[in-house]
């Protein structure tokens, strides 16, 4: 590579996205010598099918364009001759190499940069690496987009911009991204080796900082707010009081809100609901609020509790479902009232562990990559690196790669690991990120979880948060459910694969525990010979641990093939679950594999407790990592144990659990997980939970069933409540719905049973979106009828000039969000995320149409456990849970629609079972 700044930057226009079956209609090219446009290429190309309309609207190339055009191979022949000598440069560039390739054998270019690749390092901590969220990170003015030509030069600006940016940073950064790179055929190696030779030679100018080379500072996120030099320390039983005329005061007209708003409103439902939640506080009562869109519940409950953290001297968890809350709550409404209230208090922002880096294992990893890192996993991990060097929180989910390191498997490499914490004893404790966040927790006024992690916390006996007494849950629509999938227990192949990577992998050279120690007896044995009579106390553990891997795989090879035959389906187009029982005859067939698995995991054990009295005898002098061996084999042991403990519980299947075995898309053993949930959780709230609390809130926007609350208090235990404490309490909204919302159903369609509804029901679809040309969100209950219509739909809405949008196939929600608000009459399909959580206030969303009623699938294992339970205590099912169920999920789709006191719509309902 000559220089980071000469490559020729290419786009591509083409039929569609399969680079199998679509052809190329069109490739643009710009040349840049020395970060200057020095030349560029453009031409469009016949293809031997016509363009589908759908790629017509979207770049303006039309058949009759390109019909005296040259063919794709004459076409790219002249490509390469243009950008002969110099490397290439594409936006998420696979996708066009992989044109390239198939169309004419174009395999002599082995590779070419990538500016996701590259924005990943150099800006980790932004949200999406999409070629529109660069433009607009970097201010850059675009038009006409979707042209190959055009696309390549933006392509090009972003590249530029970038190469700027490592410029500006220090040499250490640069030589750090050349280390983990080298000894890869990364063409990113490339890149690097000319930038430090660029830098060596001084044959650049540097780029100033007056140079604008960023629009704007990229923020540091943080994870704590306020002073945490000092320690709460509690009141006294009975000192604390929070005034509610006070909190009013706040929220009222003219007080001391208001000041902070423009167009502050007073709203006499949050006021309301303020005073209650302060009472809640102030007598110890559990609370159930409904507080609906508009009432501002999140200030209405923060207000109370940063006041009784204040006065108490105690600490409150605010417990979310959903990370956009948690956000919104840490980075605005926390803020603001720190800015409202007359004195400072300490707020922080908690995850899972899972959520941090282990610095510990991050720089085992990183200081020999050739040992533990396959090639491509050392490019993989370079954004990692990167980020490092500016992160304050170690929250790798803060990062915009956090996907792509839960798809690669590189997150389990280098999270904190509870059962591989060396606690005190670890090297790194003094810069720990999960120390530190749990150190500033114990010293904070309000502590922002999740539910899991509450759940987290009440299974470990407060290991987790610590001590507290008082615990607020908004979206607590959602507990329950959120409980019953993380009370539950799961063994799958991975689960086991983690621990024994652990131990010892042979991919591309030994490593693992296991391979280190293997190593270091041979080295100690060269000087003391004795040294050699341990080795086979290694090799037996080296050898039970395959021995292990290979059990698991038998295990789970003969469960899957049993699961596969009793669905009678096979091959990789099928995801689903089923549901076994006490003596099934899946456990039964596969009784010689269960057997030989517990016996290995047994002996595996053992193995690593000879490893640990060896090593216990070993002076440190001799294995400086003495301590931090013994320490993670005995917490492996201890991981191996609990998968024995749950394969005999999971394959008991008794008590009031369910049991199933759920199994993925890919058609192999590897997605087949044993999974267990109890059957209610009531029970175990109410004594794993309420009995500790002196104050717990709930509240949503849909708590009740026909303003009733006896569906919510029943399922999540609160009639169980010793003391008889619950309080209920409906806020009143602020929106007058019978002027601003209209609710429309249907009885002309099909049954939502019937095969052909979801045709019909398309049909009205196009419809209302070509004639009443409003901003439109489509809930479905299914995304294989969510894809059925989106692909029946496209192509004709493109004709008409309707941008259509859906989830899972046009971006990540945050981008589909941001596209739906922009492109005002635009159409975006969702499903079950999107039925809750989604603010899209004005004109961008004035109708929601909803396809199906939400009933829960009845197939679904814990769904159908408890419907028998109810019927078995001689409830009605269908009335009791489903409906129930139904009609809050429902609320929570509609409430999509109105969020603003000037917002107008209408909801519409597809389905004729509502009138029944």
């Known amino acids: 590579m000559k220089s980071p700044d000469t490559f020729v930057s290419f786009d591509l226009e083409t039929t569609g996205l399969d680079s199998k079956y679509n052809e190329i209609i069109e490739i643009g090219a710009i040349k840049v010598e020395n970060g200057e446009i020095t030349d560029e290429f453009s031409e469009l190309i016949k293809p031997e099918n016509d363009i589908p309309d759908f790629i017509t609207n979207l770049t303006g190339i039309r058949n009759s364009d390109v019909r005296e055009s040259r063919s794709v191979q004459e076409v790219i022949s002249s490509f390469i001759d243009f950008s002969k000598g110099f490397i290439l440069l594409g936006q998420n560039v696979s996708f066009d190499m992989a044109f390239l390739r198939n169309a004419a054998k174009f395999k002599h270019v082995g590779y070419a940069l990538d500016n996701i690749r590259l924005a990943r390092i150099l800006l980790p901590q932004l949200p999406s690496y999409s070629l529109d969220s660069l433009i607009e990170f970097f201010?850059?003015?675009?038009?006409?987009?979707?042209?190959?030509?055009?696309?390549?030069?933006?392509?090009?600006?972003?590249?530029?911009?970038?190469v700027n940016m490592l410029r500006m940073a220090d040499a250490e950064f640069a030589n750090e991204m050349l280390r983990i790179s080298s000894k890869t055929d990364d063409v990113l190696k490339e890149f690097f080796e000319a930038h430090i030779k660029e830098r060596i030679n001084n044959t650049y100018t540097q780029p100033s900082k007056t140079d604008s080379v960023l629009p704007t500072e990229i923020p540091k996120l943080n994870n704590i707010i306020g002073d945490f030099s000092s320690e709460i320390t509690p009141a006294e039983p009975?000192?604390?009081?929070?005034?509610?005329?006070?909190?009013?005061?706040?929220?009222?007209?003219?007080?001391?809100?208001?000041?902070?708003?423009?167009?502050?409103?007073?709203?006499?439902?949050?006021?309301?609901?303020?005073?209650?939640?302060?009472?809640?506080?102030?007598?110890?009562?559990?609370?159930?609020?409904?507080?609906?869109?508009?009432?501002?519940?999140?200030?209405?409950?923060?207000?109370?509790?940063?006041?009784?953290?204040?006065?108490?001297?105690?600490?409150?968890?605010?417990?979310?479902?959903?990370?956009?809350?948690?956000?919104?709550l840490f980075s605005k409404d926390i803020p603001l009232l720190s800015r409202v209230l007359d004195f400072p208090f300490r707020a922080v922002i908690l995850k899972g562990r899972g959520n941090y880096i282990c610095l510990n294992r991050w720089h085992r990893l990183i200081n020999t990559p050739e040992r533990y890192l396959s090639k491509e996993e050392r490019s993989m991990i370079l954004p990692v690196a990167s980020w490092l060097h500016s992160t304050l929180t170690g929250d790798l989910s803060e990062t915009g790669f956090f996907p792509m390191l839960i798809e690669s498997g590189l997150l389990e490499r280098i999270f904190s690991d509870s059962p591989l914490c060396l606690g005190p004893r670890c090297k790194s404790r003094e810069k720990c990120y999960v120390n530190r966040i749990r150190k500033a927790s114990q010293r904070s006024h309000i502590i922002i979880v999740n539910h899991s992690l509450v759940f987290s916390d009440m299974v470990s006996e407060r290991g987790v948060l610590g001590g507290y007494n008082r615990i607020v849950f908004d979206e607590a629509h959602n507990i329950e459910k959120v409980a019953?999938?993380?009370?539950?227990?799961?063994?799958?192949?991975?689960?086991?694969?983690?621990?024994?990577?652990?131990?010892?992998?042979?991919?591309?050279?030994?490593?693992?525990?296991?391979?280190?120690?293997?190593?270091?007896?041979?080295?100690?044995?060269?000087?003391?010979?004795?040294?050699?009579?341990?080795?086979?106390?290694?090799?037996?553990a080296i050898d039970a641990v395959k021995k292990v891997r290979t059990d698991t795989r038998n295990l789970f090879e003969s469960l899957y093939l049993t699961v596969q035959?009793?669905?009678?389906?096979?091959?990789?187009?099928?995801?689903?679950?089923?549901?076994?029982?006490?003596?099934?005859?899946?456990?039964?067939?596969?009784?010689?594999?269960?057997?030989?698995?517990?016996?290995?995991?047994?002996?595996?054990?053992?193995r690593l407790g000879d490893i640990v009295l060896f090593v216990s005898n070993v002076s440190p002098n001799q294995l400086d990592t003495k301590e931090?061996?013994?320490?993670?084999?005995?917490?492996?042991?201890?991981?191996?144990?609990?998968?024995?403990?749950?394969?005999?519980?999971?394959?008991?299947?008794?008590?009031?659990?369910?049991?199933?075995?759920?199994?993925?898309?890919?058609?192999?053993?590897?997605?087949?997980?044993?999974?267990?949930?109890?059957?209610?959780?009531?029970?175990?709230?109410?004594?794993?939970?309420?009995?500790?609390?002196?104050?717990?809130?709930?509240?949503?926007?849909?708590?009740?069933?026909?303003?009733?609350?006896?569906?919510?208090?029943?399922?999540?235990?609160?009639?169980?409540?010793?003391?008889?404490?619950?309080?209920?309490?409906?806020?009143?909204?602020?929106?007058?719905?019978?002027?601003?919302?209209?609710?429309?159903?249907?009885?002309?369609?099909?049954s939502p049973k019937d095969e052909d509804f979801i045709q019909e029901a398309n049909e009205v679809l196009f419809s209302i979106a070509q004639n009443v040309g409003r901003g439109m969100l489509v809930l479905f209950t299914s995304y294989g009828h969510l894809q059925k219509?989106?692909?029946?739909?496209?192509?004709?809405?493109?004709?008409?000039?309707?941008?259509?949008?859906?989830?899972?196939?046009?971006?990540?929600?945050?981008?589909?969000?941001?596209?739906?608000?922009?492109?005002?009459?635009?159409?975006?399909?969702?499903?079950?995320?999107?039925?809750?959580?989604?603010?899209?206030?004005?004109?961008?969303?004035e109708l929601v149409v909803i396809l199906r009623l939400p009933f829960a699938v009845p197939t679904d294992p814990?769904?159908?456990?408890?419907?028998?339970?109810?019927?078995?205590?001689?409830?009605?099912?269908?009335?009791?849970?489903?409906?129930?169920?139904?009609?809050?999920?429902?609320?929570?789709?509609?409430?999509?629609?109105?969020?603003?006191?000037?917002?107008?719509?209408?909801?519409?309902?597809?389905?004729k079972r509502i009138h029944t």
Not at 153 to 159: C, D, K, L, S
Not at 576 to 604: D, H, P, Q, T, V
Request: aromatic share 10%.
């Open 628 to 750: 931090e061996i013994m320490i993670e084999l005995e917490k492996l042991q201890n991981e191996l144990q609990a998968i024995i403990n749950d394969i005999d519980f999971l394959t008991e299947a008794s008590g009031r659990n369910v049991f199933w075995f759920e199994y993925g898309v890919n058609g192999t053993f590897y997605s087949l997980k044993i999974k267990s949930a109890p059957l209610d959780i009531a029970e175990k709230l109410a004594c794993g939970l309420y009995d500790y609390m002196e104050t717990v809130v709930m509240t949503s926007a849909t708590l009740t069933v026909a303003n009733d609350f006896s569906y919510i208090r029943r399922r999540l235990g609160l009639d169980l409540d010793t003391r008889e404490r619950v309080v209920e309490f409906i806020a009143s909204s602020p929106f007058n719905y019978r002027t601003q919302a209209a609710v429309f159903s249907q009885s002309f369609l099909p």
């Open 484 to 540: 019953i999938r993380f009370l539950g227990v799961t063994v799958n192949y991975y689960r086991v694969r983690r621990i024994l990577n652990h131990l010892y992998s042979a991919n591309e050279g030994p490593h693992g525990h296991l391979a280190m120690l293997e190593e270091w007896v041979s080295e100690m044995a060269k000087g003391w010979p004795k040294f050699k009579d341990n080795r086979p106390t290694i090799e037996f």
């Open 238 to 328: 009975g000192e604390a009081n929070i005034d509610s005329a006070y909190i009013s005061s706040l929220l009222q007209s003219g007080g001391a809100l208001s000041k902070h708003h423009d167009a502050y409103e007073e709203r006499t439902g949050q006021i309301t609901l303020a005073e209650k939640i302060a009472n809640a506080f102030n007598g110890s009562e559990l609370l159930l609020a409904e507080a609906g869109t508009g009432i501002g519940k999140s200030v209405a409950y923060l207000i109370p509790a940063i006041l009784w953290a204040e006065n108490a001297n105690e600490r409150v968890i605010i417990s979310t479902n959903t990370k956009n809350l948690q956000e919104q």
């Open 789 to 845: 219509s989106y692909y029946e739909l496209r192509d004709r809405f493109i004709r008409n000039g309707i941008t259509l949008l859906a989830q899972g196939i046009d971006g990540s929600r945050n981008v589909l969000l941001r596209r739906f608000q922009q492109e005002t009459l635009s159409v975006l399909f969702g499903t079950d995320s999107f039925w809750e959580g989604i603010d899209v206030p004005g004109k961008a969303l």
């Open 565 to 606: 035959g009793e669905t009678g389906k096979s091959g990789n187009d099928h995801e689903g679950k089923i549901r076994y029982y006490e003596n099934s005859k899946n456990f039964i067939n596969s009784k010689n594999e269960i057997e030989a698995f517990r016996e290995s995991l047994a002996a595996l054990i053992r």
């Open 862 to 911: 814990v769904i159908q456990a408890q419907l028998e339970d109810v019927e078995l205590s001689g409830g009605n099912p269908f009335m009791d849970l489903s409906v129930p169920e139904a009609a809050i999920k429902l609320r929570q789709g509609a409430g999509r629609l109105i969020r603003h006191r000037n917002d107008k719509g209408a909801v519409i309902i597809m389905d």
């Open 139 to 162: 201010a850059i003015t675009t038009e006409n987009r979707h042209r190959a030509l055009i696309d390549a030069r933006i392509t090009a600006f972003v590249f530029l911009k970038l």
